[in-house]
């Protein structure tokens, strides 16, 4: 399975953009790159996921590199309720298992 | 608002006891699965199934069953608890691969077995 690397952990500032990196250079091209996050004490979210193109939608962006070895996430204004783990996940078409790593820990500032 | 629910949010067990852990979602989804997540190991598939009466192993399969008798629910069953299944326990359900979805989650039942 493709593997992806993020940072350990980050901080943002509350009302700021937030940019999560996240490296996958063994990237196929059938795999889809999906992101979830986890609130405290909840089950993981679905955010967004994207193939070659970026991708925008109510909860965040998604700006894929155009080799695709490297993502980002942005979250376009970063409120306390955004403090969670970030998982940025690669998805092969037809497969059934998501492989979650250990993400990246979002802190918020207010 | 689309919801997969589990039955239980915290679960104290005995060593031994055969443990039901119940997944429901709303959603008509056909694929439904099952998740243990723990500190530094992240997210482990136990198990998955496809369709009604199917199911595959995932990662993690030994110690656990799983029953899905009508589309939207999806049992984990634990034959003979023991200590090292303390975990967090998440479903998920979407709809087929090919349709490339999200996963929707349950918000997990915290299991503890004495």
């Known amino acids: 399975d493709a593997k992806t690397t993020q940072p350990n952990s980050m901080e943002s500032n509350e009302e700021e953009p937030v940019h999560l990196p996240c490296n996958h250079s063994?990237?196929?091209?059938?795999?889809?790159i999906h992101w979830y996050r986890q609130l405290p004490s909840q089950g993981p979210e679905y955010v967004i996921h994207?193939?070659?193109s970026n991708v925008n939608n109510r909860m965040a962006s998604l700006a894929i590199a155009e080799d695709r070895k490297s993502s980002t996430l942005i979250l376009h204004r970063a409120t306390l309720r955004d403090a969670a783990v970030y998982y940025c996940i690669l998805r092969p078409a037809g497969a059934n298992n998501l492989f979650f790593g250990t993400g990246t820990r979002l802190t918020v500032i207010p | 608002d689309v919801k997969v629910t589990q039955s239980s949010r915290y679960l104290v067990k005995r060593t031994g006891e055969k443990v039901f852990l119940e997944c429901v979602q709303d959603?008509?989804?056909?694929?439904m699965f099952w998740y243990r997540q723990d500190p530094g190991l992240g997210l482990r598939l136990i198990y998955f199934?496809?369709?009604?009466?199917?199911?595959e192993k995932g990662d993690i399969p030994e110690g656990y069953s799983v029953s899905r008798e009508k589309k939207e629910r999806f049992s984990l069953i634990l034959e003979s608890a023991s200590t090292n299944q303390t975990s967090m326990y998440l479903c998920?359900?979407?709809?087929?691969?090919?349709?490339?979805?999200?996963?929707?989650f349950g918000s997990g039942t915290r299991l503890t077995v004495v």
């Open positions: 063994t990237i196929s091209g059938t795999d889809y």
């Open positions: 959603m008509d989804h056909e694929n």
């Open positions: 199934s496809y369709d009604v009466k199917m199911k």
């Open positions: 998920a359900s979407s709809f087929p691969t090919g349709a490339n979805y999200g996963y929707t």
């Open positions: 994207g193939l070659t």
